[in-house]
Nanobody
């Protein structure tokens, strides 16, 4: 079992930055692939970014490519999402998710993941 806790959300103006963190506890986190997802009111949960268990591979949704960066520090059992050049359409609840996977496969669907955090609200004002 893995427990995930997100932090770092808040209110920011368009063009600003936020850094989210996802802290894991319970198991050896270095064996887990991690994804960030977001869900805006009235919309389905959508994929944002993915990082391989080792941190050597990342993958992004087209909507955030070049603006968001996912990284991890396995020594601290934490994954980060640096969000720059934020837009009002980035407003959503952001979730991190994890699954045990030492593989090169990129997981982009919510159903691919076994563990979820509680979410953190990010609001970007225009």
């Amino acid at each position: 079992q893995v427990q995930l806790v997100e932090a770092g959300g808040g209110l920011v103006q368009a063009g600003g930055s936020l850094r989210l963190s996802c802290a894991a506890s319970g198991r050896t986190f270095s064996s887990y692939a991690v994804g960030w997802f977001r869900q805006a009111p009235g919309k389905e949960r959508e994929f944002v970014a993915y990082i391989k268990w080792s941190g050597t591979n990342t993958y992004y949704a087209d909507s955030v490519k070049g603006r968001f960066t996912i990284s991890r520090d396995n020594a601290k059992n934490t994954v980060y999402l640096q969000m720059n050049s934020l837009k009002p359409e980035d407003t959503a609840v952001y979730y991190c998710a994890a699954r045990e996977a030492r593989t090169i496969v990129v997981f982009t669907k919510p159903s691919d993941y076994d563990y979820w955090g509680q979410g953190t609200q990010d609001t970007v004002s225009s």
